[in-house]
């Protein structure tokens, strides 16, 4: 790897070459489906980088995330769909879904600006599971949401007349509305990325470690803590709308099982597992919490073919190593699997701390 | 007219009257003190003039009214805070602290000199300026936090029990550096119940007891009042 650590620019261009061809390359190796799990993984690094604005760089624990992204679907839903009659083109509605969710990040962050920490959490869980139990229930007096049955016939995306469905042939190989989808949501993971590493650096993202570090001591280096706080509830609420808008897209059916506690939980596993506020972390934890579920199915085909039945469900089973990756986790890498630069450092620096209160200086 | 003028002030917390209403003031380029046992209100009152403690009464910081401003707001007058327990942001990088005290200023070669300048009170700051805060030891700790106060160049520096926790020797250097920086022309208001060393390095000196100030006058005068001494220095 060295002589690629030598040569960035070759080193960038195989990385496109191999993010333009992985869909294929996925498809063709290991069949159709997969290249629909690489889409989701897309999908979920979009959420993953979104929460990491709020719990890696400004400290502030969301549990409730989620709402976010089920906001940006529904909006999605409403104004592109027969459920209204209104169909209008994702790249009106997409920024809709993520201004809306934006607004709802700062009706959020309002009034819980003075709570921290383990009271913050519990309140961002209870505002995630009201949006849920919202959609569950809007069906009556008025059909807002459809209730539990969900909203299909979601139209899909469509550039330029050639809509992200179907199959078509092109250069010999056959490109279906996943390829597409996958391109797209790169894109936007791509974009993601870029300003998410902008944010960090710039002054705001300094007033958010700041934050995070020392409210008080922040206030006193004249932050305006409450506007920077609601800033990155908006933030990250954003970057959760337009990935619920494009989940809706993709799926042409959304309901509110989607946008459970387990998907917010699961969104701060992938930040947590991946090493929280570095970006490359991020989305490896997001990689990793998408595709191993996926390959655990194949745990009850190999039941099947050796024991004749099935007898550990694979969903089990997903959950008994989730949880024991976790708690390996804590033990070996406390920091992450790609922690930042600083986690890193903070977390080997523990013989350090020996002499924290050492004078002799 | 002083530069912090306080008429009144009171802090409570709930039902809880910290400080129940002092009058004090502080004249530019004076090193003042406000000494006090554990308890008497000292953080308190620092508290209440930074905006961080619900306050009643009147504060004016060179003629304006400091009163219900945001915490931030009070910072960009001129008033920086070297809070209680040290405050550094502890996954920062000794230069990144320094930086972030510097947030409000926009004069790039300003803030250069003055990092020179604080590295230069503070050589040890300076060789580790790549450590992250939280792995320096208590005294370097107090160091950081003192400098990156001095990051913001502020008119009224806000110095909270800096001797706390930290060996003899270490209080002793952080109170030969104090020293410095008011022979520089900054000025401080100094918070401490180590009432023998604030007492030294200040012109005049406020005495807090139990939310009230009982005592006050020129620094020699309070370190020679027996009444001073059998209190707070202990003889």
Redesign the interface.
Known sequence: MAWLRARPRLALLLLAALLIALPFLVGAGLGRSWVRVLDFVLIYALLAIGLNIVVGYAGLLDLGYIAFYALGAYLYAWLASPHFGLHLPFWAVLPLGAALAGLFGVLLGAPTLRLRGDYLAIVTLGFGEIIRIFMNNLNAPFNLTNGPQGMNLIDPVSVGGLAFEGQRQFLGLTVTGLHLYYYLFLAFTLLAIGVAMRLQDS?IG??W??L???E???????????NVKLLAFAMGAMFGGLAGGLFAAFQGFISPESFNLWESILVLCMIVLGGMGNIPGVILGAVLLTVIPEALRYLGDLQRATLGHVAVDPSDLRMLLFGLSLVAMMLWRPAGLWPSR??K??FA?ED??A??????? | MSLLQIKGLKVAYGGIQAVRGIDLHVEEGELVTLIGANGAGKSSALKGIMGLAADGGDIRFAGERLHHQPTHAIAARGLALVPEGRGIFGRLTVLENLDMGAYLRRDKAGIQADLERVLGIFPRLAERSSQLAGTLSGGEQQMLAIARALMARPRLLLLDEPSMGLAPLMVQKIYETIAAIAREGVTLLLVEQNANLALQVSQRAYVLESGSITLEGPSAELAANSQVRAAYIGE
């Open positions: 002054r300094r007033a470690a700041a995070r570090e020392d008080v001591a922040a206030a006193a280096m004249g932050i305006n803590t409450r600083q986690r450092r903070e620096s350090e701390h002499d924290l209160y050492d004078a002799r200086a």
